[in-house]
């Protein structure tokens, strides 16, 4: 009797029935797509989550999405988010007793905190 690896095309004698070149060449590329995204971490914005959290609540909240503008500060406390909204749209933004800026600032603080930095949300005149 013959092997029964050979018998079924098998070219690396596991008894699969399946040849693992495709997989030597998945795990390459596999490997080579882990080193490009190893390369692009140190790309990315300090608070870029954070940042675009408050501009995704803002827009969401204010008449005119238009006039939302943020600007972002990095210094020794970590990251400084100043958001800029129009006049009109300033008691939306505070909300009754600051309950509104109260809790965009909880929501941004979080989403900081997943990237392991501290922001803090100024909301400037």
Do not use: C, F, W
């Not at 990315?44 to 803002?58: H, K, N």
């Not at 969401?60 to 129009?86: C, K, N, Q, Y």
């Amino acid at each position: 009797m013959s092997d029964p690896s050979v018998l079924d095309g098998d070219l690396d004698g596991d008894l699969d029935g399946e040849d693992d070149i495709g997989d030597d060449i998945g795990d390459d590329i596999g490997d080579d797509i882990g080193d490009d995204i190893g390369d692009d971490i140190g790309n990315r914005l300090v608070g870029g989550l954070s940042r675009s959290v408050l501009e995704y609540l803002a827009k969401a909240i204010v008449d005119d999405p238009e006039s939302v503008v943020i600007e972002a500060d990095e210094g020794r406390s970590g990251l400084t988010l100043r958001l800029h909204v129009a006049p009109s749209d300033m008691g939306r933004i505070i909300g009754r007793r600051g309950r509104v800026a109260q809790a965009i600032r909880t929501v941004v603080r979080a989403a900081a905190a997943r990237e392991g930095v501290e922001a803090n949300v100024d909301i400037a005149d």
